[in-house]
């Protein structure tokens, strides 16, 4: 079972830029991948960004260029990370952290970022 622990959310202008954190514990060590996902009212959860354990990436096209996602293992914890840069209105949404040791997967809570035009 892995425990997911989210931060960083919070309300910035339009060109602004945010970093999102997450925290992985419980069964850390089995983890493959970490990712971010976002939904906005009235719409589907989607993918913002995805990280494989050996590095490999993935991303929306609407966020191609502006955010960034990365993670470090240190003490047996994993943490990832979405560095958001060039924040734009259509960016707002809840977003979620998402991790999968093998077939199972299990998210976060859920941190609320909200863009200003």
Excluded: H
Aim: aromatic share 8%; charged share 15%.
């Amino acid at each position: 079972q892995v425990q997911l622990e989210e931060s960083g959310g919070g309300l910035v202008q339009a060109g602004g830029s945010l970093r999102l954190s997450c925290a992985a514990s419980g069964s850390s060590s089995s983890i493959d991948v970490m990712g971010w996902y976002r939904q906005a009212p009235g719409t589907q959860r989607e993918l913002v960004a995805s990280m494989t354990s050996g590095g490999s990436t993935k991303y929306a096209d609407s966020v191609k260029g502006r955010f960034t996602i990365s993670r470090e293992r240190v003490n047996a914890k994993n943490t990832v990370y979405l560095q958001m840069m060039g924040l734009k209105p259509e960016d707002t949404a809840v977003y979620y952290c998402k991790v999968n040791v093998g077939t199972f997967a299990s998210w976060g809570q859920g941190t609320q970022v909200t863009v200003s035009s």
